[in-house]
């Protein structure tokens, strides 16, 4: 624990202007960022008495370990800045809601040539118009059924879309008359447009408008005895209307505005907000996060409103904004909801009338919100803390593994052997800490030296962290003379980037993303005694004892320790062992996607791959015309050059790269183990056309398929 006045800049080092203020633990990640009017009054509120401050804030400042500010010119500034670090930084003392971005929204694609109407849900788009959040996908489903038949606005995928205008047949709901089929060219694409805008307009609110446009030509329509054509739009009308009923009326005068409840005790909070277009409940939401600082209503809202709309801009911010507190002072935060905006955005508390009852309602809603997160947490924590704690007990810890790694080989038969590393911090996975390897030391099948390189990899490059920080001096590193090249990143075989599109979650000097900065408590390998000695064997060879080492063997769940002869055995019923099946299930199931996705890359390869300038579309030109790899190989560079797109040049060019080429191995059918053969009787290759699965050796057998 870190004391505060071994950090305490000088007042007067702290300059009485606006600004952000970042805090910084001994391993330089920031865990908190705040914004003030005047950094030197707020920062002074920090390093008081400890005994005065509240005991969220007293725990925060002794785990700081520096304090850094910007300046900035206006509060306006300040809000933003803030709101941009904290979503970088992610520090663990900032109020954090939770990420909104499961909420499905209905959307209309604008920017496509023919709109598509969908569920989405995600980052927002250029281009496409979104309605909601919803609460459910089914409910935007029941609406978009119903207006279907109004705005026959085409629902179908790209591929469904393509392939009915291929054939020439729509899909079933343009033969029922819920889709205007522009596949086949019933309709134009400037028809189409023109139904996908109307569909946005009625959903926008300006309903009234549009039925009474359908009830006068329904009026007219039985004038001139037209009744089945009446009889449509009277049925279209009544489906309007119903979809209509799905949002009631809560206000009266049309009210575009966001409403936004807050439900707190001690220790949380819960946020509630009603989308409120037209006077219609158009979409809900919510969120709880700890409150991990002492804050007021008046903030939580504030931090509400960053998360709202820190990445809204135009129409997708309200007129109105109705909140149960103003954050202090207001007029920074409507002038920065005015800029997201570009028109004035009211910021204010209802008084009266039936504003101030739906915020009742909301209230009401973020008060049930709280209580139900309360029911299921307190079952989730109790859990994992039992978890951690039997696992500490068991393996003889001195304290719970809040971080646990677990590390995977995967291989098919010795070849594309790979590894993984998945991270559980508090019990719950860390995803954006998930790291893979390639095992480059040696080729073949041996589990235990991969495992012994993957855990020396992985903690040089903790090691070299540890150095670059300065966190020891020369000499006192652990492992002297052990871990040459510790800075070689290249030689360690990490894959680029963070696997599986992930952010990378750990934060070098300036708080940012990198890799493997911070040691685990306890490593999990998948395997026995001989995976658990190769682990602990590199450790040591490091110099790194202050880490818990063991094995869990698939075949009785038995937990195997270093240099112990028999193993551990938890009760079936454990929540230990249960949370370490799912840390090594974890470990497993992302070493054999990484391992599966390595060999279907090298399967598809093709000698033309190595071809210089030789692009997709020419490959499969070549491919079509000549049937196979083997009779391109056979061609002469004049037949090669018949090829429309291939000049002599290139013709040239691929006749010496597929004779530099060995031929593939044979092609297998992988359902009945027999060679596949050419048109012409020879034996096929696995080198086919670019892009088509070929799978060549033999049948996968168990334990000689993946791992």
């Excluded at 909420?103 to 980052?123: C, I, K, S, W």
Aim: hydrophobic share 35%; proline share 6%; net charge neutral.
């Amino acid at each position: 624990m870190a004391d505060p006045s071994s950090y305490r800049p000088r007042p007067g080092d702290i300059p009485d202007t606006p600004g952000v203020y970042r805090f910084r633990d001994e391993h330089r990640r920031v865990i908190y960022v705040g914004k003030a009017k005047s950094l030197r009054q707020r920062l002074a509120n920090y390093f008081q008495d400890l005994a005065g401050l509240h005991p969220r804030t007293r725990s925060m400042v002794t785990t700081a370990a520096s304090v850094e500010w910007t300046v900035v010119s206006t509060e306006v500034e300040a809000l933003q800045l803030e709101y941009s670090w904290i979503k970088e930084y992610d520090p663990r003392f900032n109020v954090k809601y939770r990420d909104d971005k499961s909420y499905p929204y209905l959307a209309v694609t604008m920017n496509e040539d023919f709109p598509r109407v969908q569920v989405m849900r995600g980052h927002k788009k250029k281009g496409v118009r979104y309605f909601g959040p919803y609460a459910h996908a089914w409910a935007i489903r029941d609406t978009v059924d119903l207006l279907l038949r109004v705005f026959p606005v085409r629902t179908c995928s790209a591929g469904v879309f393509k392939n009915a205008a291929r054939t020439g047949r729509p899909c079933l709901l343009g033969y029922i008359g819920k889709c205007s089929a522009p596949c086949v060219e019933r309709v134009s694409a400037e028809e189409h447009r023109e139904l996908a805008e109307e569909f946005c307009d009625f959903m926008t609110g300006r309903t009234a408008t549009y039925i009474r446009r359908l009830e006068k030509r329904m009026t007219e329509a039985a004038e001139e005895m037209e009744y089945e054509r009446a009889a449509r739009l009277r049925d279209d009308i009544g489906a309007l209307k119903k979809a209509m009923e799905k949002n009631a009326v809560v206000l009266a005068d049309a009210t575009d505005a966001d409403l936004i409840a807050v439900a707190e005790d001690e220790l949380e909070a819960a946020v509630q907000i009603f989308h409120v277009r037209g006077g219609r409940v158009r979409g809900q939401r919510g969120w709880v996060t700890d409150k991990v600082e002492e804050i007021t209503t008046g903030a939580l809202v504030e931090h509400a409103l960053q998360q709202l709309y820190g990445e809204e801009t135009g129409d997708a911010v309200p007129k109105e904004v109705l909140v149960p507190a103003l954050p202090d002072p207001v007029e920074p935060v409507q002038e920065w909801l005015a800029g997201r905006r570009g028109a004035q955005v009211s910021l204010r508390i209802p008084q009266r009338g039936d504003k101030k009852a739906l915020m009742e309602t909301v209230r009401r809603n973020a008060q049930q919100s709280l209580a139900l997160h309360k029911t299921r947490r307190a079952s989730d924590l109790t859990t994992r803390s039992r978890a951690l704690e039997e696992i500490a007990d068991a393996l003889c810890l001195d304290s719970a593994p809040l971080r646990i790694e677990c590390y995977d080989i995967s291989h098919l038969q010795g070849e594309d052997v790979v590894a993984s590393m998945v991270v559980f911090e508090d019990g719950l996975a860390r995803k954006s800490e998930y790291r893979r390897f390639q095992i480059k030391g040696f080729r073949g099948q041996d589990d235990v030296r991969s495992m012994h390189e993957v855990i020396t990899r992985r903690f040089r490059r903790y090691l070299a962290e540890k150095e670059k920080t300065g966190e020891w001096t020369d000499g006192d590193r652990p492992g002297d003379g052990l871990g040459e090249g510790l800075g070689d990143t290249p030689a360690d075989g990490l894959t680029g980037g963070p696997a599986d599109g992930i952010g990378n979650g750990l934060k070098d000097e300036e708080g940012r993303p990198k890799r493997f900065a911070y040691p685990p408590q306890l490593i999990v390998v998948d395997g026995g005694r001989p995976q658990v000695a190769a682990a602990r064997r590199a450790l040591d060879e490091l110099g790194i004892d202050d880490i818990a080492v063991c094995g869990l063997a698939k075949r009785l769940e038995e937990v195997w320790l270093p240099a112990e002869e028999d193993p551990v055995v938890l009760p079936r019923t454990s929540e230990g062992l249960y949370l370490l099946q799912r840390v090594r299930d974890e470990a497993h199931r992302f070493a054999i996607t990484y391992q599966r996705s390595k060999r279907a890359k090298r399967l598809r390869s093709s000698p033309l791959d190595d071809v210089p300038g030789l692009g997709e579309t020419r490959k499969q030109a070549l491919i079509k015309h000549f049937g196979s790899v083997k009779k391109l190989r056979a061609a002469t560079i004049d037949q090669i050059c018949e090829v429309p797109g291939i000049g002599r040049k290139t013709a040239e060019t691929v006749a010496a790269a597929l004779a530099q080429a060995a031929p593939a191995a044979p092609a297998v059918n992988t359902a009945t183990g027999e060679i596949m053969e050419d048109e012409d009787g020879a034996p096929g290759t696995a080198a086919g056309a670019p892009g088509e699965p070929v799978t060549a050796g033999v049948p996968d057998r168990r334990r000689g398929q993946d791992r």
